[in-house]
């Protein structure tokens, strides 16, 4: 190989490198999608020459490749992030793309928002869907007490996942009830429609009425159990890894049947789905010591999936819609007095709508807004400082990544203010004068429409920090102090 560029080429697989070649005979420049079958790349692929060169103006390689003479042009930005092992593996689906909880890291912070700023604010849409992603829930409010109504809920950000029990299903009391769900009995953690492969993977309940006493719901985040279990018990852990349970439903029109195990892990390992569901667990037939050994690892995690301190309580009101991961969460509630009223609307879909609405929402260029926000309104005074609003958040991004910070936290201090330019905006006067027009909270949850918490929470909290730097640490300054004549003290976070 000649090679006349300083990347270290020469390092990659030459097949992986190859079948992403994104020159227009290889991938359709419109759809972006490959054109060439794998087992048509001739054997003995190898890098011939590699140059340095230009890909709409931006630093790229360019291969020749041997022996064929094909030509791909990599810009360098695509080869640094692509770079094999650079990155993890990235299914957000595993553990590994979640944020694990017990009942007290969610009870004073519920994902939740109003129906009518989700549909209205694409930020608080994102932030919600996100939730659904990392926390495995979100709560909507307020959404219209109105028949059919939730699924307009799942239409915000997916397809609904018809089954057996239609479109929509309603939960409620039913004179012959085809599923305890439809009597006014308890029900324990579980997820729904185990028996269903593959199973729906989102759940919508929309609450109309609950005039009952009880029928309160419960939530437990059966990754973190899983993995509690797996910390606790790794043998009962691994049991349920590996034995294939059978899920059974049956009614009148209807035989389902699906043979998965309990905590399904991905090839690397990975917690990636829980089904559990005491109602349908079917008869298994395994040799007796296999059989003792699942009854024993079943029971051991069906008693720590019990444990109050793992289940989140909340009662549904009407005009709330509940949506979580049906493959993660397991839902629950308490009994209900008979004579109660208590009707509850759902539907099922699918995280793969959800994640892809959230995806589209964050494009690139749908960052347009952001941008122009520091040509626009921050570029104007900031509250009577000498350096403007922009000038102000250029400097906190540059201390930020000068410290060492992670991206994501360059990024949320570059960002950090975006709140001042949204809604209220209040005079410098005002603000040291006690108002907060919580721009903490609107520049969160305006940034949640592009970032995760790892950037929207720093945001948030900025001023709650702010706050507490300046109690302690008297004389506390920003980045901004070179060009001030007098310490910048607790601006606008009193
Ligand atoms: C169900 C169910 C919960 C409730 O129908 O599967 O779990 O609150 N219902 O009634
Ligand atoms: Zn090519
Ligand atoms: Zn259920």
Redesign the pocket.
């Known amino acids: 190989m000649s090679t006349l560029t300083s990347f270290p080429i020469g390092d990659l697989p030459a097949m992986w490198l190859r079948d992403n070649c994104p020159c227009a005979r290889c991938r359709d420049p419109r759809s972006g999608q490959k054109l060439f079958q794998i087992s048509a790349l001739p054997a003995g692929l190898r890098v011939g020459t590699a140059d340095d060169t230009t890909v709409a103006g931006e630093p790229a390689v360019e291969v020749v490749w041997e022996p064929d003479g094909h030509r791909s042009a990599y810009p360098l930005a695509w080869l640094d992030a692509a770079r094999p092992g650079r990155t993890g593996h990235g299914d957000r689906r595993t553990e590994a793309g979640k944020e694990l909880w017990t009942a007290r890291d969610v009870a004073g912070r519920l994902p939740e928002a109003g129906w009518e700023e989700y549909l209205a604010e694409p930020g608080v849409r994102a932030r919600m869907l996100e939730s659904v992603l990392g926390l495995g829930f979100m709560v909507l409010r307020d959404v219209p007490e109105r028949e059919g109504q939730v699924l307009a809920v799942a239409e915000t950000f997916g397809f609904v996942r018809e089954t057996n029990y239609g479109k929509l299903f309603d939960?409620r009391v039913e004179p012959d009830p085809n599923?305890l769900?439809f009597t006014s009995a308890a029900?324990t953690p579980?997820t729904?429609n185990p028996y269903r492969d593959p199973v729906p993977t989102l759940q919508l309940?929309h609450c109309l009425v609950n005039d009952a006493d009880g029928?309160d719901?419960g939530l437990v985040d059966g990754f973190a159990a899983a993995a509690l279990l797996r910390r606790e018990n790794r043998e009962a852990f691994e049991v349920l890894t590996r034995t294939p349970v059978p899920f059974v439903f049956r009614d009148a029109g209807t035989e389902l049947r699906a043979d998965r195990p309990l905590i399904d892990t991905d090839p690397l390992g990975r917690v990636r789905e829980i089904r559990f569901n005491n109602r349908s667990i079917g008869t298994l037939r395994l040799p007796a010591d296999e059989l003792e050994a699942f009854y024993a690892a079943y029971r051991a995690f069906a008693e720590l999936l019990l444990r109050p301190e793992l289940q989140l309580n909340l009662r549904l009101v009407p005009g709330d819609c509940l949506i979580f991961d049906n493959t993660r969460l397991l839902?629950?509630?308490t009994a209900f007095a008979q004579d109660g009223a208590r009707h509850?609307q759902?539907c099922y879909a699918d995280l793969d709508g959800l994640a892809s609405a959230l995806s589209v929402l964050r494009r690139a260029d749908t960052l347009e807004p952001l941008a122009a926000l520091f040509a626009g309104a921050v570029s104007a005074e900031y509250l009577g400082e000498p350096v403007t609003m922009a000038e102000h958040m250029l400097q906190a991004g540059a201390r930020a990544e000068a410290a060492g910070a992670p991206p994501h936290l360059v990024a949320a201090a570059l960002l950090h203010d975006v709140g001042h330019v949204e809604g209220d905006v209040v005079t410098g006067r005002e603000l040291m004068a006690g108002d907060d027009n919580r721009h903490s909270h609107t520049g969160a949850d305006l940034l949640g429409r592009w970032f995760g918490p790892e950037v929207t929470e720093p945001v948030r909290l900025h001023v709650a920090a702010k706050r507490y730097l300046c109690t302690v640490e008297p004389g506390t300054t920003t980045g901004c102090r070179r060009r001030r004549s007098t310490p910048w003290r607790c601006k606008g976070v009193r």
């Open positions: 939960v599923n769900a029900i579980h729904d309940l029928g719901s839902h629950a509630r509850l759902g």
